[in-house]
């Protein structure tokens, strides 16, 4: 059991590493950058555990979908940065008195004894590994016992796509479309016509 | 039981699922007076699915038990929600195509709407239930924005949207508190684990109270009334009208379930919160209702006045309440639906009515409307010999058996105060006299002037035969 801890210090120690650097770069495209290689370590730290599934499903979702998500916001909108940054010092204060606030809390968290305690630890230690993956295990359940809701929350989706489409479609009655079809039918000879422009005179 | 494959479709959430995408689609091949056609197509579908469900089919499919119930109170709110569905697309569309708002996704989308309610109604598990209130909500904000040329109607869909998502939440968090001490989302299962304690722990009592606010704010019973007025003013008075009318329906019939089935031991824990809702809604929506100018606005008190009176029967509690209360919905349901049938065709000077003051000098000029708009709203007011009396009759009946006499007056004296607000319509209709002299128009579609027809003609001879829907809804249980 070498690689474990070793594997586990890596992911983490570059996951906390590129937290820091989104908080801390300059141009917006490199911090959302830092944020998705973060997600990708938390990721790793999943597997590790044996939560496969929540692996990918934090790179699917929050990768694949917001961390994409902000990459075009921050790209697409003129949002002034440096302005944003202005109010650093103004609020550092505060920030801190938050920061030590959850350390404390935490470190509370730790030093009761109900926590120490229990088995929570013995979890997080080393992963059980099961015959069967918890990604066929959810879907074995999924797809039988919860079918409905399933079915409910595919409707809830299409429900969605209907309103956005729905309120965001506008029908521009002047739009010019490329038609295809009447592009290739077009005849050489009543496309093009010949006439004889006098010198001095328009057509 | 019904055992072959097709059967299936039979179970009316399958069915109705089924056809709202094949209206979806039947919308998308057209090309001309698509809505039109949708809307038909989506009335013939509501009426069919109620068609089903009164019929009642068994199925055996798998895990359906678990998740949907069904008993002949349930059936009963699943058949008024679809009917009221119908009768708002009959009396609404020309309002829509006049508007020049007349997409095709809007049949569509009420019909995703009403999906939703059926399962909400039925539903037997908080998950179910839960994605039945979204699927719901979802769609009735987009139908609150739809009108993409006015602000009001923006500004009230994404009113409705952050309100909604925060009940959403709140609501959210009060299952999880309930399954995690309780460890189930059944409603039957939480049933039996709370009957083997005598006393609810702490967690499930704070569980109850977030559920039961998450669903005040969907039945916008007073201090969760906030959004209701604005929302209903800013949305297209057709879309209003279905706000008006089905989703109060389906909650109502939720929150009775909720308090009946899981919770029905602990009446002493719940009943305070609902007695509390009950009084300031009865008190709100008929003072606050007094100050309006605008008739949606003033529609919007009195709805939520009326939820008021609907959760008294909650509070009593006893083998009348779930009888009254289905009586007093179905009276609610006919009561808008023909006051929003004659708003939603009635015009002055090519603009529809929005103020109360418009309506001035009407009784000269339209006799047949302001008739029945009057009956309407001595109806409204609960005056005998029209039908609003019985709801509220029996209402009190069933207060007055759970001798709630502290509750009874207050109803009494709240709708009192009502009818000061209903009459003074009448008083503007046929007493004012106006300088101007503006013509009105009343320009209604065949279907909805029969359905109007009826519908005035039921409210006006309930009395002689009142034995016809007291003796259906006698028998109404709710397991």
Not at chain 2, 12 to 29: D, K, T, V
Not at chain 2, 347 to 356: C, R
Request: a positive charge; one cysteine or more.
């Amino acid at each position: 059991m070498f690689l474990y801890p070793i594997t586990f210090y890596l992911f983490s120690f570059i996951a906390v590493l590129s937290a820091l650097m989104v908080i801390s770069s300059k141009n917006p495209v490199n911090s959302v950058l830092f944020l998705i290689l973060s997600f990708i370590n938390s990721a790793g730290l999943f597997v590790l555990l044996g939560a496969e599934f929540l692996a990918m499903i934090l790179v699917v979702v929050y990768v694949g979908a917001v961390a994409v998500l902000f990459l075009f916001v921050v790209m697409m909108l003129d949002i002034n940065f440096i302005k944003l940054r202005e109010g650093f010092l103004q609020y550092l204060p505060f920030g801190t008195l938050l920061g030590i606030v959850l350390i404390i809390e935490l470190s509370i968290l730790f030093l009761t004894k109900s926590f120490s305690n229990s088995n929570l630890i013995n979890y997080s230690s080393s992963p059980t590994i099961n015959d069967i993956e918890n990604t066929k295990l959810i879907g074995e359940i999924l797809y039988t016992d919860y079918f409905y809701l399933f079915q409910i929350c595919g409707l809830i989706l299409l429900v969605a796509m209907i309103g956005s489409i729905t309120l965001t479609l506008r029908d521009r009655g002047q739009i010019k479309r490329q038609k295809i079809s009447s592009q290739n039918y077009v005849d050489a000879k009543k496309a093009i016509e010949k006439k004889k422009v006098k010198i001095g005179e328009g057509v | 039981m019904l055992n072959n494959f097709f059967s299936i479709l039979l179970v009316p959430e399958i069915c109705l699922s089924i056809f709202c995408i094949a209206n979806l689609l039947y919308g998308l091949f057209l090309k001309k007076n698509s809505f039109r056609k949708t809307s038909n197509f989506a009335i013939i579908i509501l009426l069919f699915v109620s068609i089903l469900i009164f019929v009642g089919f068994k199925t055996d499919l798998a895990f359906f038990d678990l998740f949907f119930k069904s008993s002949n109170f349930i059936r009963f709110f699943k058949i008024l929600v679809c009917l009221g569905a119908a009768s708002v697309l009959i009396i609404s569309k020309n309002y829509f195509i006049d508007l020049k708002i007349s997409k095709f996704e809007i049949p569509t989308l009420i019909l995703f709407a009403t999906l939703g309610m059926l399962i909400m109604i039925g539903a037997n598990n908080l998950m179910i239930m839960y994605l039945s209130i979204e699927l719901q909500s979802l769609s009735l904000y987009v139908l609150a924005s739809i009108n993409k040329n006015s602000i009001y109607s923006a500004e009230s869909g994404v009113k409705y949207f952050i309100l909604g998502a925060l009940s959403s939440g709140i609501l959210l968090y009060g299952f999880s508190l309930v399954y995690g001490f309780t460890g189930t989302t059944s409603f039957e299962e939480i049933k039996i684990v709370l009957s083997q304690q005598t006393d609810l722990s702490l967690g499930i009592i704070f569980g109850l109270v977030f559920i039961l606010v998450g669903l005040a704010f969907k039945i916008s019973a007073v201090p969760f009334h906030m959004w209701t007025p604005d929302i209903y003013e800013g949305a297209p008075t057709s879309v209003t009208a279905f706000f008006a009318i089905v989703p109060k329906i389906s909650a109502v019939a939720l929150i009775f379930r909720l308090c009946l089935e899981p919770f029905e031991n602990f009446s002493n824990e719940w009943s305070q919160i609902i007695f509390f809702l009950s009084i300031s809604s009865m008190f709100l929506g008929s003072i606050a209702a007094i100050a309006q100018s605008s008739l949606k606005r003033l529609l919007a008190y009195s709805s939520i006045g009326h939820i008021g009176y609907v959760l008294i029967a909650l509070v009593a509690n006893n083998d009348q309440s779930i009888k009254s209360a289905s009586i007093y919905m179905f009276i609610y349901m006919i009561m808008n639906i023909s006051i929003f049938a004659i708003l939603l065709s009635l015009k002055k000077s090519n603009m529809y009515l929005e103020k109360i003051s418009d309506l001035v000098g009407i009784s000269k000029s339209n006799p047949i409307t302001s008739l029945c708009l009057a009956i309407i709203m001595f109806s409204m007011a609960g005056l005998p010999p029209f039908i609003g009396f019985f709801g509220k009759f029996y209402i009190f009946i069933a207060a007055i058996e759970s001798e709630l006499y502290f509750l009874s007056i207050m109803g009494v004296l709240a709708s009192v105060i009502a009818a000061y607000y209903y009459l003074r319509i009448i008083k503007v209709m046929y007493f004012d006299v106006s300088e101007k002299n503006e013509s009105f128009d009343f320009v209604i579609s065949f279907h909805s002037k029969i359905l109007l027809l009826v519908l005035i003609l039921i409210i006006t001879f309930f009395i002689i035969y009142p034995s016809l829907l007291i003796n259906y809804t006698s028998i109404l249980r709710i397991t």
